[in-house]
């Protein structure tokens, strides 16, 4: 964020004209400069591309229904950039889909990827969805290690189970694996069908669900299988396939989401930088604090020496030298005076 050198004059800055934003994508968007513009229900909408503009012409009440949606009409469509809400019911995306747009966080039914926050919010707000994955992977990975040592090393850890006692306890040990720890992941892959629209999960729900169901029906009812495919004369589990996979897959998803936690935070932190008020000089002269939502067009506001600008403007008056190197990367302060 901008912020002026102290020990200079204070500086008065012309409240640049209103921004607008995109109702696909959410992005800021110069009136003059949009890439395009669709009248709908007798409000004008600015689009950042030409993309955005044949998704919003294709079908606007999706983009204009969902609470807290960008997409508003012209006459209550300026919003303040440096403005940070903390708003109820955020709205997701797929980084991969941009068009999946819902509230709350979930999973694209496209490709099954966790959705990403579109909304930053000021205030740090718990994520049940990394919460619920990492104790599924607690639990997951305890269970998941004494099945790999009977299936994998019981000889070498001299465990004297025959194969039914041994297919028995991979049995309990692996059914809350599969089914409580990978349910998210069977729900993907059902999504993944409903949509016919193929994906990782598809994948993992076919292999794990492949693996678990032969696994259980070759415990409970061996007789069901004929001799060409017994081993030794025993019929073959795969409860450790089953449970691994969840698991490493489980492991992946509880990456991810602490990525996009970190990544939420630095966005946070670039949030908590702009100020909250601005000083509005009023017609008399005088100034009044006011909250950058009050903040109008053709405003004259005053910034303090070592204040940060609250909005983008032009200088009327005053000199003073600002520090841009959270937007240019330039180091130096560099000088700003009338028209600057």
Request: aromatic share 8%; with cysteine; proline share 9%.
């Amino acid at each position: 964020m901008e912020q002026a050198k102290p020990g200079t004059n204070p500086l008065t800055v012309l409240k640049s004209g209103p921004q607008y934003k995109d109702p696909v994508c959410g992005m800021s968007v110069d009136p003059a400069r949009a890439a395009a513009r669709v009248e709908h229900d007798g409000a004008t909408y600015h689009f950042c591309s030409h993309g955005c503009a044949r998704r919003f012409s294709a079908d606007p009440p999706k983009y204009l229904g969902a609470p807290g949606s960008p997409g508003m009409r012209e006459e209550s469509q300026s919003v303040p950039e440096n403005t940070a809400h903390v708003r109820e019911g955020l709205r997701y995306t797929c980084p991969m889909h941009p068009q999946i747009v819902q509230i709350g966080p979930g999973a694209c039914p496209i490709c099954g990827m966790a959705l990403e926050p579109v909304d930053a919010a000021l205030e740090e707000r718990p994520d049940q969805e990394y919460e619920s994955m990492r104790q599924r992977l607690w639990v997951s990975a305890v269970l998941t290690v004494p099945i790999l040592a009977i299936a994998m090393f019981a000889r070498r850890l001299h465990l004297s189970f025959s194969t039914a006692t041994s297919g028995w306890i991979e049995f309990a040990l692996a059914t809350p694996v599969v089914l409580w720890g990978g349910w998210p992941f069977f729900e993907r892959f059902w999504a993944s069908l409903k949509h016919r629209s193929p994906n990782m999960f598809t994948l993992i729900g076919l292999g794990t669900g492949a693996a678990y169901i032969e696994s259980v029906v070759a415990t409970i009812f061996p007789q069901a299988f004929p001799d060409s495919v017994r081993m030794r004369g025993e019929v073959p589990v795969y409860f450790e396939a089953a449970a691994v996979i969840t698991t490493l897959v489980l492991l992946g998803q509880v990456l991810e989401l602490r990525a996009r936690q970190k990544t939420s935070g630095a966005i946070r932190s670039l949030l908590r930088l702009a100020p909250r008020r601005a000083h509005l000089v009023l017609a008399d002269g005088s100034e009044r604090d006011v909250s950058l939502d009050a903040v109008k067009h053709a405003d004259l506001l005053r910034v303090r020496p070592g204040e940060r600008i609250p909005v983008d403007g032009v200088v009327r008056e005053g000199a003073s030298a600002v520090d841009e190197s959270m937007l240019t990367g330039e180091p130096l302060p560099v000088e700003k005076g009338p028209g600057a």
